[in-house]
């Protein structure tokens, strides 16, 4: 699963995602009102309480830009509550972006599997004839 943020020109990247992907990836277009916002940041608040979500640490990837850019952006957030949600965005300062941590929020959130498909368990003829 792919999630795209869908606010702005990003329904036209999802729609076109979905047409190159189709056949290879789901692509679902991420909603950004305040109750979406607030349960993807809620449930990548609970995956980093809970220990579940690791980012590479090695030396070549902490001296790769994308990697202070990432590290420098999750430290600068400022978490907020609007209208009973959480949301997490840039702090006040000049130069600082949310851009990791969106991508992150969404990415995380893609992880919850909201259909299951029914399985259907019985026991094996075959093996349980050798067991015995």
Known sequence: RCGVDAQGMGSAVAER??????????????PSDLKAQG????FLQNMVD????VFPGH????RTRAHRRFTQQMTDV?????????LVTASDETEAHD?????????VSM??????DSVEVFN?????????
């Open 124 to 132: 094996n003829p075959f093996y349980a004839a050798q067991q015995r």
């Open 39 to 42: 349960t993807r940041w809620k």
């Open 17 to 30: 995602l979905a047409a190159l992907l189709g056949s290879h990836m789901e692509v679902v277009p991420v």
């Open 59 to 62: 030396s070549k990837a902490r």
């Open 78 to 86: 400022v978490k907020e509550y609007k209208q009973g949600h959480m």
């Open 50 to 53: 809970r220990r579940m979500l």
């Open 111 to 116: 992880s919850q599997v909201e259909e299951v």
């Open 99 to 107: 851009d990791f941590p969106d991508s992150l929020a969404i990415a």
